[in-house]
């Protein structure tokens, strides 16, 4: 069946940067664009970035100025988000999901808790 | 794109027959989907292409509507049933959700 397992809570300093990484299992690896999402406390939803795990390319939502990368290790089929300089803004649980544009999100890992705090 | 939901909370009885809407700020054509999500979970797909129901969702969900209005109907109310919906619009970059509709136990 298909999976996406993600790595655990995080908890980080102003300023420091965090890397959550999604496991993918169950289905072709390469067939199918890994999106990241994230929820802040009592929020709704937010789209962050997405990735083409068979070419490597991406795209992320220009509100993170550049903050966000998003790379994949085919051989472990694993997706990584790293998210730089962060804020107490940026605390929220993060989401990985597969997507596509015509059949939506069918496929959510279970959610990593990152905590910014001095 | 802006995705605008109404009601933002809605109290409803088991058995009941809620109607959730969302409306885009332009044009995205069918390229909406329906999410569930309970207290600490990851949200589930329910309809995409916004009228399609997903495999597994029971057949009392349902999702019309095109281009800038959409709706989510569950034609009776369940008690499974109670938690968050939120729209998606798939149709541009970035992707957008509506703020969410919570629906809770009357």
């Known amino acids: 069946q298909v999976q996406l397992v993600q790595s655990g809570t995080e908890v980080k300093k102003p300023g420091a940067s965090v890397k959550v990484s999604c496991k993918a299992s169950g289905y072709m690896f390469t067939s199918f664009y890994i999106h990241w999402m994230r929820q802040a406390p009592g929020q709704g939803l937010e789209w962050m970035a997405w990735i083409n795990p068979y070419t490597g390319g991406t795209n992320d939502a220009q509100k993170f100025q550049g903050r966000v990368s998003v790379t994949r290790d085919p051989s472990i089929a694993t997706v990584y988000m790293e998210l730089r300089r962060l804020t107490s803004d940026d605390t929220a649980v993060y989401y990985c999901a597969r997507c596509t544009h015509a059949s939506g999100c069918d496929y959510w890992g279970q959610g990593t808790l990152v905590t910014v705090s001095s | 794109i802006q995705l605008t939901q109404s009601p933002s909370f809605l109290s409803a009885s088991v058995g009941d027959r809620v109607t959730i809407t969302c409306r885009a700020s332009q044009d995205i054509s069918s390229y909406l989907a329906w999410y569930q999500q309970k207290p600490g979970k990851a949200p589930k797909l329910l309809i995409y292409?916004?009228?399609t129901l997903q495999n597994g969702v029971p057949s009392r969900f349902s999702g019309s509507g095109s281009g800038t209005e959409f709706t989510l109907t569950i034609s009776s109310l369940q008690p499974e049933d109670f938690a968050t919906y939120s729209c998606q619009q798939l149709n541009t970059y970035p992707l957008t959700f509506g703020g969410g509709t919570k629906v809770e136990i009357k």
């Open positions: 292409a916004a009228s």
